[in-house]
């Protein structure tokens, strides 16, 4: 992020002395609500090969179907009784928390494209 900023400001021709400390990216971050998040799910496991063949064939096969028609379905995991794990405190305060629950349901969620149509979450098993 910091070398794509400089980028910019050089082809922006910026004469201030444009630098991307550590603490303008800090207050980029903030600023823009950037965070950094645990990568998870299984899109690093999709072949890139097969990703770019749908994007030509997608277009092709939906182009005859209203969006209202279209719909999408994905299953997540739905931890009810999982505590959140962060919390604010006093720097002098101690934060511990317990063991994390792993009592799950795996609901299913589907939409249409036009997002008209919501059907009532579906619980599919544990």
């Known amino acids: 992020l910091q070398a794509y900023a400089k980028k910019v400001a050089q082809e922006l021709n910026d004469s201030s002395g444009f630098k991307a400390s550590n603490g303008w990216l800090e207050r980029f971050r903030v600023r823009y609500n950037v965070n950094f998040r645990v ?69 299913l969620l589907c939409a249409n494209w036009a997002g008209t149509h919501k059907l009532k979450p579906m619980v599919i098993g544990e």
Request: charged share 30%; with cysteine; hydrophobic share 35%.
């Open 39 to 107: 990568i998870s799910g299984e899109g690093a496991a999709v072949d890139v090969h097969t990703i770019k063949d749908w994007k030509v064939r997608l277009p092709q096969i939906i182009e005859h179907y209203s969006p209202v028609d279209i719909y999408n379905c994905d299953e997540t995991g739905l931890f009810f009784k999982l505590m959140p794990d962060r919390s604010l405190v006093v720097n002098a305060d101690d934060c511990r928390g317990g063991k994390k629950s792993r009592d799950r349901f795996t609901v």
